[in-house]
C-alpha cells in the first residue's frame, strides 16, 4: 500500500553509523533525529522508541493510565492502539468515528461524556463499570485529521488526558498545525509502511517537559545517570531506538517533504479518477491538510466491496479492505460500546488504494520493489 523508498542519504548515514561503530543504543543520530521530529511537527520535545506500539504504551504510563483504568477509544483502529493500552493493564471503551475522517467522533465522544460519565474531584469515572477512565486515544486515520480539537476541549472538562496516535498522520495538519501537538501526548511510528521509515521505529512527542524527561526516562530502562554505577528507580523499558535505525530515519526526514508533494500528487490523480467515475474518495475534512498516506474509497455495499477487492487483487493490483472492528475481536469483544453505528458502516465499505511514491517520481529513484 506504502512501500518505503530510499533515494537519499540513507546509505551513506547507515555506512557513516557502522564505520562509527556506533549502531546500538548510544549515538548521536538519535537526538538529532529527535530533534529534526520535534522540529517538523512543532512539539517542544520528541522521545525515540524502537516502534510506535512501544511509543503508545509508554505514552498512556506517562499519561497515568494504571491497570483497571479505562482508555476510550475507536473501534475503527490497527490494533496498536488497543495493544498499547492492554499493555498498561486498563479497559478499552469505544465511542464512534466520523464518515468522512474515519477517526474519533466528537459528537459521539460528546454523547458517551454526558450520558455514561461523571466527574469526581476533577477525574472521570464510567458510571457503568465505576472505573476511572484515564486517558482518551483518538487515531488519525490513513492520515485523515480527525476533529482533535473538539476532542481535546471535551476531554479537558472531563480531566481527562489525550493521547494521540498519530502513527499514520506524519505530514497531517489541522489549521496549520501538525496533529499530535494537540493532546497532552502523542505518539508517531516510523515502521516500514509508514510515511518514513527507520526500518521499525516511534516517536512521542510532547510539549511538557516534565513528561518528555519521565518518557526519556522510562524508556530508557529508568536508569539514574553515574559514571559507572547501575542504579535504576522504577521497572523502565529497553524501548530505544537503535542509532542504526536513526541514522535511516535523518535521511528519511530529508526526503519527507518531497514524499509528501508526491503523495499528494497521487492523491490528485486519484480524485480526478474517483470524481470521473463516481467513486468516493476520503478527503481531508475542510481546514485540514492529509498526508495522503494511504488513499481510501468508500464504496456502496459489502458486495460491492468484495467483488472490487477480488477483482484488483485478482488481477495484481493490490487493495485492502479497513480493519476489522475492534470489537470483532476475541479480546475486545466484550467492551463498552455506543453502538459504533459509523464504524461498521465503514467496515463494510472502505478500500485502500495503493498510494506509494511512484517508480521514478524522486530523482535518483532506482526503482526499487
Ligand atoms: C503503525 C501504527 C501503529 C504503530 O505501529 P508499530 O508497527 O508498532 O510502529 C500504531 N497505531 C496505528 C494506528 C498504526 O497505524
Same mark, same amino acid.
Given at each position: 500500500?506504502?512501500?518505503?523508498?530510499?533515494?537519499?542519504?540513507?546509505?551513506?548515514?547507515?555506512?557513516?553509523?557502522?564505520?562509527?561503530?556506533?549502531?546500538?543504543?548510544?549515538?548521536?543520530?538519535?537526538?538529532?533525529?529527535?530533534?529534526?521530529?520535534?522540529?517538523?511537527?512543532?512539539?517542544?520535545?520528541?522521545?525515540?522508541?524502537?516502534?510506535?506500539?512501544?511509543?503508545?504504551?509508554?505514552?498512556?504510563?506517562?499519561?497515568?493510565?494504571?491497570? !483497571?483504568?479505562? *482508555? +476510550?477509544?475507536? /473501534?475503527?483502529?490497527?490494533?496498536?492502539?488497543?495493544?498499547?493500552?492492554?499493555? #498498561? =493493564?486498563?479497559?478499552?471503551?469505544?465511542?464512534?468515528?466520523?464518515?468522512?475522517?474515519?477517526?474519533?467522533?466528537?459528537?459521539?465522544?460528546?454523547?458517551?461524556?454526558?450520558?455514561?460519565?461523571?466527574?469526581?474531584?476533577?477525574?472521570?469515572?464510567?458510571?457503568?463499570?465505576?472505573?476511572?477512565?484515564?486517558?482518551?486515544?483518538?487515531?488519525?486515520?490513513?492520515?485523515?485529521?480527525?476533529?482533535?480539537?473538539?476532542?481535546?476541549?471535551?476531554?479537558?472538562?472531563? !480531566?481527562?488526558? *489525550? +493521547?494521540?496516535? /498519530?502513527?499514520?498522520?506524519?505530514?497531517?495538519?489541522?489549521?496549520?498545525?501538525? #496533529? =499530535?501537538?494537540?493532546?497532552?501526548?502523542?505518539?508517531?511510528?516510523?515502521?516500514?509502511?509508514?510515511?518514513?521509515?527507520?526500518?521499525?521505529?516511534?516517536?512521542?512527542?510532547?510539549?511538557?517537559?516534565?513528561?518528555?524527561?519521565?518518557?526519556?526516562?522510562?524508556?530508557?530502562?529508568?536508569?539514574?545517570?553515574?559514571?559507572?554505577?547501575?542504579?535504576?528507580?522504577?521497572?523502565?523499558?529497553?524501548?530505544?531506538?537503535?542509532?542504526?535505525?536513526?541514522?535511516?530515519?535523518?535521511?528519511?526526514?530529508?526526503?519527507?517533504?518531497?514524499?509528501?508533494?508526491?503523495?499528494?500528487?497521487?492523491?490528485?490523480?486519484?480524485?480526478?479518477?474517483?470524481?470521473?467515475?463516481?467513486?468516493?474518495?476520503?478527503?481531508?475534512?475542510?481546514?485540514?491538510?492529509?498526508?495522503?498516506?494511504?488513499?481510501?474509497?468508500?464504496?456502496?455495499?459489502?458486495?460491492?466491496?468484495?467483488?472490487?477487492?477480488?477483482?484488483?487483487?485478482?488481477?495484481?493490483?493490490?487493495?485492502?479492505?479497513?480493519?476489522?472492528?475492534?470489537?470483532?475481536?476475541?479480546?475486545?469483544?466484550?467492551?463498552?460500546?455506543?453502538?459504533?453505528?459509523?464504524?461498521?458502516?465503514?467496515?463494510?465499505?472502505?478500500?485502500?488504494?495503493?498510494?506509494?511514491?511512484?517508480?521514478?517520481?524522486?530523482?535518483?529513484?532506482?526503482?526499487?520493489?
Amino acid at each position: 500500500m506504502h512501500r518505503p523508498v530510499f533515494s537519499g542519504n540513507e546509505k551513506q548515514y547507515l555506512i557513516d553509523c557502522i564505520d562509527s561503530n556506533f549502531v546500538s543504543s548510544v549515538g548521536a543520530r538519535v537526538t538529532e533525529f529527535e530533534q529534526q521530529i520535534a522540529a517538523f511537527t512543532g512539539a517542544k520535545y520528541a522521545i525515540a522508541t524502537v516502534n510506535g506500539t512501544a511509543a503508545l504504551h509508554a505514552a498512556l504510563q506517562l499519561a497515568g493510565v494504571l491497570p !483497571g483504568d479505562e *482508555v +476510550i477509544s475507536q /473501534a475503527l483502529t490497527f490494533i496498536a492502539t488497543c495493544n498499547a493500552l492492554s499493555y #498498561t =493493564g486498563a479497559h478499552a471503551v469505544f465511542v464512534d468515528v466520523d464518515r468522512d475522517t474515519m477517526g474519533m467522533s466528537a459528537d459521539a465522544l460528546r454523547r458517551f461524556l454526558t450520558d455514561k460519565v461523571e466527574r469526581r474531584d476533577g477525574e472521570a469515572f464510567n458510571k457503568a463499570t465505576g472505573r476511572r477512565i484515564a486517558a482518551c486515544a483518538p487515531m488519525h486515520t490513513f492520515g485523515l485529521p480527525c476533529r482533535i480539537e473538539e476532542i481535546v476541549a471535551l476531554c479537558d472538562e472531563y !480531566g481527562i488526558p *489525550v +493521547i494521540e496516535d /498519530a502513527a499514520e498522520s506524519l505530514g497531517s495538519y489541522v489549521g496549520g498545525r501538525h #496533529t =499530535g501537538t494537540f493532546g497532552k501526548l502523542a505518539t508517531l511510528s516510523f515502521n516500514g509502511n509508514k510515511v518514513i521509515t527507520t526500518g521499525g521505529g516511534g516517536m512521542i512527542i510532547t510539549d511538557d517537559e516534565e513528561l518528555a524527561i519521565k518518557a526519556k526516562h522510562l524508556t530508557t530502562t529508568a536508569k539514574i545517570p553515574h559514571p559507572y554505577e547501575f542504579v535504576h528507580d522504577m521497572t523502565g523499558y529497553n524501548y530505544r531506538m537503535p542509532n542504526l535505525n536513526a541514522a535511516l530515519g535523518c535521511a528519511q526526514m530529508e526526503e519527507l517533504p518531497k514524499f509528501l508533494a508526491i503523495k499528494a500528487d497521487v492523491a490528485r490523480r486519484y480524485e480526478e479518477f474517483c470524481a470521473a467515475q463516481g467513486i468516493a474518495l476520503a478527503q481531508a475534512r475542510e481546514g485540514t491538510v492529509a498526508n495522503y498516506w494511504l488513499n481510501a474509497i468508500v464504496l456502496d455495499s459489502l458486495e460491492q466491496r468484495d467483488a472490487f477487492l477480488e477483482y484488483t487483487n485478482s488481477r495484481g493490483v493490490m487493495t485492502r479492505p479497513v480493519w476489522r472492528l475492534m470489537t470483532r475481536l476475541e479480546m475486545y469483544k466484550d467492551c463498552q460500546h455506543d453502538g459504533l453505528e459509523n464504524s461498521r458502516w465503514l467496515e463494510d465499505r472502505v478500500v485502500n488504494l495503493p498510494s506509494s511514491v511512484p517508480d521514478g517520481a524522486m530523482a535518483g529513484d532506482q526503482g526499487a520493489g
